[in-house]
């Protein structure tokens, strides 16, 4: 070998320079590579031990001594220990560090007690899962009954709020319907007592209906109104409020009224035994105009009524005009 490096190679192309070190590049001082990845790092491998502190061995494999256990598990420990020195008992609680006995009361856990231990430690760890897991349902449990509870009363709250909203709608909508009627009222007053005033109203030219023949074909002609029976000298009256046209006697209608309303309607009354008023007169309701007879064309005591709705000589089947001013039954 050194002798291979000691001969130049004849396939160097340049003669050897003789090695000088580099200027730049300081002369290692360690003169064989590191063995280990760490051998250049000053750590101990170890940690010294605490003085006035024995070093402990484990005494259950993977239990370290400053391991943290339940109390349970740190008094299955103690037992199972038999002997062990551990700290007092009072100074122990959930996940107080126990100490291991030290080295020199090292024991001798058989596997079943070691396994016991190890049981013993996950079934503790379970029962506290478990008992956190039933707190925590139980916590959620409540929240979500006092949730209902909360809803159900908000719910109740809300449906008396509605409740009386509809109920002072109600209340409000009934007080405005009777302001609305008892405004309808007074109106429908106040044009009673206009029409009153302004002879708008409408009566009964007589007193009793006692109506004989109707208006239509009668003796061979048209009949053209309303025969009502009557002994003589019976009261009629003007209708509405209105004028004369005619007063006086006139071939087969005998004596004979004719008013014009304020309406325009031209009403006719004939046979009459008397007349009270002279074309021109304006009349009101209810005035006396004349009174039934039996002159002219007429057997019997009777009015004969005519109803000529826009003036002129066109007469009407009185019983329904008479019908919609109110005047029958
Ligand atoms: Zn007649």
């Given at each position: 070998m050194g002798d291979l490096l000691a001969v130049p190679s004849p396939a160097v192309p340049f003669p050897a320079v003789p090695s000088r070190p580099h200027p730049e590049v300081r002369p290692?001082?360690?003169?064989?590579?590191?063995?280990?990845?760490?051998?250049?790092?000053?750590?101990?491998?170890r940690r010294a031990p605490l003085p006035g502190r024995v070093p402990s061995a484990p005494l259950?494999?993977?239990?370290?001594?400053s391991s943290r256990l339940p109390r349970a598990t740190a008094a299955a420990f103690v037992l199972a220990a038999a002997g062990a020195t551990v700290g007092p008992?009072?100074?122990?609680?959930?996940g107080s560090e126990v100490q291991a006995a030290p080295a020199s009361t090292a024991l001798d856990l058989s596997a079943e007690q070691q396994f016991a231990v190890r049981s013993e430690a996950a079934a503790e760890a379970a029962a506290l899962t478990d008992l956190a897991q039933r707190r925590q349902a139980s916590a959620m449990q409540t929240a979500a009954l006092q949730g209902r509870v909360e809803a159900k009363q908000r719910a109740a709250r809300d449906a008396k709020r509605k409740a009386a909203a509809a109920r002072a709608k109600k209340e409000a909508a009934a007080k405005a319907a009777a302001k609305k009627a008892a405004a309808a009222k007074a109106a429908a007053a106040k044009a009673r007592v206009k029409a009153a005033r302004e002879g708008k109203r409408w009566v009964r030219p007589i007193a009793r209906w006692n109506i004989t023949s109707g208006y239509g074909w009668r003796w061979g002609k048209t009949h053209d109104g309303l025969d009502v029976g009557a002994s003589t000298g019976t009261p009629l009256y003007a209708m509405s409020r209105g004028t004369v046209l005619k007063a006086g006697y006139f071939p087969s209608f005998g004596n004979k009224v004719e008013i014009r309303y304020w309406d325009g309607t031209v009403s006719w009354y004939a046979h009459l035994s008397r007349i009270s008023v002279s074309p021109g007169e304006r009349v009101m309701p209810g005035e006396v105009v004349g009174a039934v007879g039996n002159t002219g064309?007429?057997?019997?005591?009777?009015l004969h009524l005519e109803i000529h709705p826009t003036g002129g000589d066109n007469p009407v089947n009185p019983y329904p005009w008479l019908k919609r001013k109110g005047l029958l039954g």
């Open positions: 290692v001082s360690h003169p064989a590579p590191p063995t280990s990845r760490y051998a250049g790092r000053h750590r101990a491998s259950v494999p993977g239990l370290r001594a008992s009072g100074a122990l609680g959930p064309n007429s057997f019997g005591s009777h």
